[in-house]
C-alpha cells in the first residue's frame, strides 16, 4: 500500500473498521470490517443481499469466506471485500479499493483483500486471538 496518509478507527452500523488510507492516490485504500451481529458460516452465507457483486469464496486462510463488491463486477473494477468466518461469533472482512485503472490488481481485487486477510488471520494466531 505505500505510505499511509489516514489511519482512521470508525464505528459503522455494522460494527466498528479501522481504515487505511495511502499518500499516493494510485493504491489501493484498505479497511478491515468486524461484523458483531453476524453469527457462523450461515450469517456470512446470507450477508449479500445488500451488495451487486456477492459468491462464496470457498476457504481463504483456512476459514469459510465470501466475496462482495460495491459494484455488480467489483473484482474486475477495482473493488473487493473478503469476509472470513473464523467462529460462531467472529466474522471481519478486508476491503481494498482503488480508483486507478493503472494500479496493478485493479481488475482482480480479490486476491489483494484475500492476501489481507490470510495476514490478519496470522497476526491474531500469533497474538493468542
Not at 3 to 18: F, H, S
Not at 94 to 121: E, F, N
Request: net charge negative; aromatic share 10%.
Amino acid at each position: 500500500m505505500g505510505k499511509i496518509r489516514k489511519l482512521e478507527r470508525t464505528d459503522t452500523e455494522v460494527g466498528p473498521a479501522c481504515n487505511w488510507d495511502p499518500d499516493d492516490g494510485n493504491l489501493a485504500s484498505a479497511a478491515l470490517h468486524t461484523f458483531p451481529k453476524l453469527t457462523g458460516v450461515n450469517g456470512l452465507y446470507n450477508s449479500g443481499s445488500s451488495f451487486p457483486y456477492f459468491e462464496r469464496a470457498g476457504l481463504v486462510g483456512g476459514y469459510p469466506a465470501v466475496h462482495s463488491a460495491q459494484g455488480f463486477n467489483g473484482p474486475q473494477s477495482g473493488d473487493c471485500e473478503t469476509t472470513v468466518a473464523v467462529s460462531d461469533h467472529g466474522i471481519f472482512g478486508v476491503y481494498v479499493t482503488a480508483s486507478q485503472p493503472s494500479y496493478a490488481h485493479y481488475r482482480d481485487m480479490c486476491t489483494v483483500s484475500d492476501a489481507l486477510v490470510v495476514a490478519a488471520i496470522e497476526n491474531l494466531k500469533r497474538a493468542g486471538g
